[in-house]
T-cell receptor
């Protein structure tokens, strides 16, 4: 149990376009979803925390208007990278808390902006 | 604020060697949870273990073992008789409350390379 499905696995987009990444909890209700970004050979850095039905809480230094997070239901959270630029190229991964004591991660999305 | 330090950036061992990955953490809370994750080249995070702050018993799972010492704020991970398939980046992480709205703070990771 506790599977988070993340799509797409990889995406290449042109500079200036927007990209949407979806995370779905398949067999449980994800009240809280965390979004992380990982640059090559670096650690996972939390970007934002989203709670179902409310606005996301962004970490310091993360642009709210650039990284739009929507958590409209207990099974779906989305991250939209707006007006993407090459420096936004990274590995994005979502995580949901599960049964109050664990975390389950999506498989990640590798974004390349050209 | 919580912090996780993995001082070893990269470790290279020959297959069948034992290897220990270090993890030191900082937190003001008395209740917290520690995790280890494996990240193979594919990128997905593989859960290895969770330990709460009240359980200092060491744990062994096959070739993996973990040593939790609150006195030194360490949660070290040992792989016995390493194998090539163990090659990956390993992350230690800390959560002050495992569950809703409690974020995970990751260490910088240790890249393990196991060669024949």
């Amino acid at each position: 149990g506790a599977v988070v499905s993340q799509h797409p696995s990889w995406v290449i987009c042109k500079s200036g376009t927007s990209v949407k990444i979806e995370c779905r909890s398949l067999d449980f209700q994800a009240t809280t979803m965390f979004w992380y970004r990982q640059f090559p050979k670096q650690s996972l850095m939390l970007m934002a925390t989203s709670n179902e039905g409310s606005k996301a809480t962004y970490e310091q230094g993360v642009e709210k208007d650039k990284f739009l997070i929507n958590h409209a239901s207990l099974t779906l959270s989305t991250l939209t990278v707006t007006s993407a630029h090459p420096e936004d190229s990274s590995f994005y991964i979502c995580s949901a808390s599960w049964r109050g004591y664990g975390y389950t991660f999506g498989s990640g999305t590798r974004l390349t902006v050209v | 604020a919580q912090k996780v330090t993995q001082a070893q950036t990269e470790i290279s061992v020959v297959e069948k060697e034992d290897v220990t990955l270090d993890c030191v953490y900082e937190t003001r809370d008395t209740t917290y949870y520690l995790f280890w994750y494996k990240q193979p080249p594919s990128g997905e995070l593989v859960f290895l273990i969770r330990r709460n702050s009240f359980d200092e018993q060491n744990e062994i799972s096959g070739r993996y073992s973990w040593n939790f010492q609150k006195s030194t704020s360490s949660f070290n991970f040992t792989i016995t008789a390493s194998q090539v398939v163990d090659s990956a980046v390993y992350f230690c992480a800390l959560s002050e409350r495992a569950g809703t709205a409690s974020k995970l703070t990751f260490g910088t990771g240790t890249r393990l390379q196991v060669t024949l």
